[in-house]
């Protein structure tokens, strides 16, 4: 009786996450999968310091790979728990993302840059 | 009529009420609980709350004399209080500061600081909890470079003190921790004194304290005071602990007791056959490299040990627990990847890159002296070609002097190459973390890369210290900051814990104020949640310093930690990690928490435009000598 208890809990989270997750935008889902804690709420950063990850310079195939079976510090995203669709709505999201202006467009980095 | 005239009035008047409400009662034949009661009911005067005056103080009020006998006043008022000599001592070893939080068995000493001190040097720094006070004391002596004393009431207030006084063994720094214990049991009032109590009040620090000592006169205080400001400042620095009988305080003394004279102990210099060992190496090496620890004491450490890596042109890896190595100089690029040579100075557990193949180790330092049997700070194991005890500062000259008799015409012509390798890396290092501060610049939450470049930008014409560490902030101020100064920047708790930053900047802001350096503290929200009084504390005592939350409304580094494990389990990846690590619900409102302790704030700050202004407005207040908080909504690291 237990088990068919939470076996119907587990049903329902199940649906009614997948039907939320099918309305979340790449953005949101950037969010709510926990990427912003690394990457910054746009992208911007390569994890623990490193080059950012948008705009999104890779492919699909090699994006799929990184996410599903990183070599670096990266937490893996099984496809339990992070979906085909929802992988694709977070490459384009990165893809979508402006770049950072540059550094001789910011006057006070160049400033930092020169040690004044 | 004077005050005085008027109270003693007021107290004859209630003394005469109180005799006729005690004649109405005995007439009543009302006795005991129960009768009073039953008259309290009947409408009759209800008793007062203060004890009749015994005969004798009745017969003295008949024939006009208010005051004590002689004998009752030898009883009650005090001459020459033990306490008194306690705080000639406290100044004759120079402490200018001791934070306190009240309690009764430590009245007597407190009372003489105030009074017979004038409180001032040593001034009563007033805290709201133990552990802002001793962590006060932390980042006071790192940017002072002499210890303050925490004044803390027996089991209770001793009872808060284990994490900071650990951190500050952990990061070998000195501190003097004065306990008032009610040691003595026949002079204990009643059962406050008895829970207040401890036979041995020291050990519930003893795990992580140099030295401690219970003192149960003033002579043994005096002897005990000196003994543990020597022991706490002789590396490895760290705190100790004296037990001061609150008897001893109290009770006066006859006479003066000798002040003991300070001898500081000279710190011990590496064995020299050692570093002429270490000099050969360094010299032959083809890429020597440093890796520094807490070498620097002061200024001349930092310039010995650039004295040093520029004679070699040795690469430096400087782990930023002081200020070791100037930022500025391109030799503080080091990595002891490509070293063939490695020396690590007052480096704690395993050198980086040590015993790997091909790579010659010693290390210089005082670690081996001062190890704990149960704290487990002293880290894994370190397996080097040559382990050399000795204070790394102490050891510099003599090693330097080695270094220069060794070098020849040819070996500095090879020397020279690889400080122009140390100086090309250095230029990509600054580059790539140019280029990296610009990601995300115009973004909200704001990036710690833009908050760090407009806290430069701001200060970079003044004569400032950043109080706080930046290693949750990405390192900026290490990686782009020009930190070349001994007091520019303090390092970390140590420990690795929580809670240090707050009342560490306000120490070291305590330690600036006089010198009128601009006190930066970039303060974590999850760690000033802890000590969030330290605020009132800065505010009370003037303290003026700039301080501007990196607020990411989480414990940020856990928050990633439990995403880890979400994903590793394939369940919870969008809901685990949050629950425990964050701080969104509701979000703290920062600029409230400091204008409630009457620290000057402004509303929050969401986006990044924002900043430089409120800088410049929060640095005028901090001009005119009290302390300022800017709430800015951040990204994670």
């Known amino acids: 009786m237990r088990t068919g208890y939470w076996l119907a809990v587990l049903l329902l989270l199940g649906a009614g996450g997948a039907n939320a997750a099918e309305e979340r935008s790449g953005k949101q889902l950037f969010t709510d999968f ?71 467009d910011l006057p006070l980095l160049k400033s930092l840059g020169a040690g004044k | 009529m004077t005050d005085k005239e008027h109270d003693t009035e007021q107290g004859q008047l209630g003394r005469r009420s109180f005799l006729k409400a005690v004649t109405a009662a005995a007439g009543l034949g009302t006795v005991g609980a129960a009768a009073h009661t039953a008259s309290a009911a009947e409408g009759a005067p209800s008793a007062p ?80 909890h133990e552990g802002i006070g001793a962590t006060i004391a932390h980042g006071y002596f790192k940017a002072a470079g002499k210890p303050m004393a925490v004044l803390v009431h027996g089991v209770v207030g001793t ?82 602990v004296l037990a001061i009988d609150t008897h001893m305080q109290e009770e006066p003394i006859t006479g003066r007791p000798r002040l003991p004279m300070l001898s500081p102990t000279i710190p011990p210099q590496a064995d020299d056959n050692a570093l002429r060992q270490i000099a050969d190496w360094l010299v032959a090496a083809k890429n020597p490299v440093i890796v520094a620890g807490r070498v620097a004491h002061n200024q ?11 004679l070699l042109q040795a690469g430096v890896v400087d782990q930023r627990n002081r200020v070791n190595f100037p930022t500025s100089n391109p030799l503080s690029a080091g990595s002891v990847g490509e070293a063939d040579v490695i ?57 330097i002097e080695a270094v220069k008799q060794r070098l ?16 090309e890396r250095w230029r990509q290092q600054r580059e ?131 995403q880890e494990m979400c994903n590793r389990r394939r369940r919870g990846v969008t809901s685990g990690a949050r629950i425990a690590t964050t701080m969104d619900d509701p979000a703290i409102d920062f600029s409230s928490v400091a204008k409630g302790f009457g620290v000057w704030s402004s509303s929050l700050i969401t986006d990044p435009a924002q900043l430089a202004p409120a800088i410049r407005e929060a640095l005028a207040v901090v001009d005119s000598g009290r302390p300022a908080l800017l709430d800015v909504h951040c990204s994670g690291r």
């Open chain 1, 34 to 104: 926990g990427c912003v804690l690394c990457h910054g709420s746009t992208g911007y950063r390569g994890g623990i310091g490193g080059r950012p990850i948008a705009p999104m310079q890779h492919s699909l195939d090699a994006f799929r790979i990184l996410v599903r079976s990183p070599a670096n510090a990266m937490p893996a995203f099984a496809p339990q728990v992070l979906s085909e669709e929802q992988l694709e709505k977070l490459y384009q999201f990165l893809r979508s993302v402006s770049p950072s202006p540059e550094v001789a």
């Open chain 2, 432 to 562: 790539a973390n140019l280029n990296a501060m610009r990601y995300g610049w115009n973004n909200s939450p704001v990036s710690t890369g833009r908050l760090y470049a407009e806290i430069w930008d701001q200060i970079r014409q003044r004569d400032w210290s950043l109080v706080s560490a930046d290693i949750f902030q990405s390192s900026w101020a290490n990686k782009l900051w020009p930190i070349d100064r001994y007091y520019q920047h303090n390092g970390s708790s140590g420990s690795a814990g929580i809670g240090y930053g707050a009342p560490a900047a306000v120490g070291s802001a305590l330690a600036h104020k006089k010198n009128g350096v601009l006190a930066v503290n970039v303060q974590k929200d999850g760690d000033l949640m802890f000590y969030p009084g330290t605020l009132w504390t800065a505010a009370h005592h003037r303290v003026p310093m700039l301080t501007i939350m990196h607020n990411n409304r989480a414990y940020h580094a856990e928050t990633m930690a439990m």
């Open chain 2, 49 to 128: 709350a203060a004890l009749p005056p015994s005969a004798e103080q009745e017969s003295r009020e008949h024939s006009g004399v208010f005051s004590y006998t002689p004998e009752q006043e030898k009883r009650y008022f005090q001459e020459n209080p033990g306490s008194d000599f306690m705080v000639d001592v406290i100044k004759a070893v120079g402490i200018d500061y001791i934070a306190v939080n009240p309690g009764t068995s430590f009245r007597g000493l407190q009372e003489s600081l105030v009074n017979y001190g004038g409180n001032s040097k040593p001034e009563l720094i007033t805290v709201n």
């Open chain 2, 159 to 240: 009872q808060h003190l284990p994490m900071a006084v650990y951190s500050a063994w952990c990061d070998r720094v000195p501190m003097i921790v004065l306990i008032g214990n009610h040691t003595e049991p026949a002079e204990r009032a009643g059962p406050t004194d008895w829970y207040h109590s401890a036979q041995d009040v020291p050990s519930i620090l003893r795990d992580f304290t140099k030295w401690d000592d219970t003192c149960y006169s003033v002579q043994q205080f005096s002897e005990s005071m000196a003994r543990a400001y020597k022991i706490a400042m002789t590396p490895p620095m760290g705190p100790v």
């Open chain 2, 300 to 310: 001349m450490g930092i310039d010995l040990l650039v004295q040093l890596a520029e």
């Open chain 2, 408 to 423: 020849t015409r040819s070996s500095r012509n090879v020397i020279a190459q690889r400080g122009k390798a140390w100086h």
């Open chain 2, 343 to 399: 020396l690590g100075l007052e480096t704690t557990g395993a050198v980086p890159g040590a015993r790997q193949q091909g790579k010659r180790t010693a290390t210089i330092g005082t670690g081996d002296l001062l190890i704990s049997r149960n704290v487990q700070d002293f880290q894994r194991y370190a397996p080097v070609d040559l382990s050399v005890a000795g204070d790394a500062q102490a050891s510099l000259p003599f090693l």
